[in-house]
């Protein structure tokens, strides 16, 4: 199965930017996107972006949508999150995860048909 490590996190001042970066490893086939999730203290994971596999559509959670940028580099087996105008509410756990079961995502989505979760990485917001 896949396994993803993320990495690129830490903390920045309100208005700054960080990019994430998600890379899997593994059982690399089979998936038809990756998604990124985050975590905030006292709040279950959310989703907050995904980019298809097969022809890179893209889709973001109404919360990040123009701030947030998701890309992906097929040959490294690497997703990008590129996160700009970082808000404080922005501050917690990302993590990645491939998506086994594909659209429609909404304005939101769960866990659901995600699976080779890594540890995550620490986001946090803060002047």
């Known amino acids: 199965h896949v396994q993803f490590v993320e990495s690129g996190g830490g903390l920045v001042q309100p208005g700054g930017s960080l990019r994430l970066s998600c890379t899997a490893s593994?059982?690399?086939?089979?998936?038809?996107?990756v998604g990124w999730f985050r975590q905030i203290p006292g709040k279950e994971r959310e989703g907050v972006s995904v980019?298809?596999?097969?022809?890179?559509?893209?889709y973001y959670s109404n919360f990040v949508k123009g701030r947030f940028t998701i890309s992906k580099d097929n040959a490294k087996n690497t997703t990008y999150l590129q996160m700009n105008d970082l808000k404080p509410e922005d501050t917690g756990l990302y993590f990645c995860?491939?998506?086994?079961?594909?659209?429609?995502?909404?304005?939101?989505?769960?866990?659901?048909?995600?699976?080779?979760w890594g540890q995550g990485t620490q986001v946090t917001v803060s002047s």
């Open positions: 980019i298809s596999s097969r022809d890179g559509t893209t």
């Open positions: 593994g059982e690399t086939l089979g998936y038809v996107a």
């Open positions: 995860a491939a998506d086994y079961l594909g659209p429609p995502y909404g304005s939101t989505w769960s866990e659901t048909g995600f699976g080779g």
